[in-house]
């Protein structure tokens, strides 16, 4: 079955460590997305990437860094500068072309740094 | 002005009642318009995306209105389970591939 896998599914961290969430997707999908979700709050884009080794940063990439390397794969690392990294993080992929396709997206990571 | 605005509700509905949504979004040349759901602690899944002629898909409904610049989802004869968060999403003009969320509407079926 074709889809988008995100682990773990919850993760814990202390304050001060930086972590890496992984993501794949086996749709063939060019672009990927990262987005954060905070309690009764809606979708904020973190980073996303149309192209393998390259990427472009979202509305709050601050304390954030990605990668791209393989088609693929589009890990996060949520890195000690962000001030406050818990919550769910959704990532999503997408077809490109002259229109905007729908996305699909991964079961997320609930992070919670304490 | 937000980029994409939605009553957050929630609207609470009786079995079987017809609800509607609708989505306001700022930029008039936004290029894609889509409705998903999200129950609670989970991803979002793709309801359905928005023509320009309207669509349907069984009880559910979507209308694109470009000159006042709102999208609206119709659901007829609600379900227990169509319980959930219903997100608007908007693509902005061509050369981004950014997607816009809007913050979401609440839907609960009552018994």
């Known amino acids: 079955d074709g889809g988008i896998t995100q682990s773990p599914k919850y993760l814990f961290r202390k304050e001060g460590q930086n972590v890496t969430l992984s993501c794949e997707q086996n749709?063939?999908?060019?672009?990927m997305y990262w987005y954060r979700q905070d309690p009764g709050q809606g979708l904020r884009l973190i980073y996303y990437s149309q192209i393998v080794n390259d990427f472009q940063k979202g509305d709050i990439a601050e304390g954030y860094s990605v990668s791209r390397e393989k088609k693929e794969s589009f890990p996060l690392t949520v890195t000690s500068a962000q001030k406050n990294p818990t919550a769910f993080y959704l990532c999503?992929?997408?077809?490109?072309?002259?229109?905007?396709?729908?996305?699909?997206f991964g079961p997320g990571t609930r992070l919670t740094v304490t | 002005r937000k980029e994409v605005e939605q009553d957050p509700g929630p609207f609470n509905v009786p079995e079987g009642a017809t609800v509607a949504f609708n989505c306001t979004y700022s930029n008039s040349a936004s290029q894609s318009f889509f409705w998903y759901r999200q129950d609670c602690r989970k991803e979002p899944k793709l309801l359905m995306s928005?023509?320009?002629s309207g669509n349907e898909d069984g009880r559910f409904t979507a209308q694109l209105n470009r000159a006042s610049q709102y999208i609206s989802l119709l659901i007829r004869d609600s379900k227990l389970s169509d319980s959930a968060t219903y997100l608007c999403v908007v693509t902005p003009p061509s050369g981004t591939y950014k997607y816009i969320f809007g913050t979401g509407t609440r839907l609960k079926v009552l018994a």
């Open positions: 749709l063939n999908h060019d672009a």
């Open positions: 928005v023509y320009s």
């Open positions: 999503a992929s997408s077809i490109m072309g002259g229109r905007r396709y729908e996305q699909y």
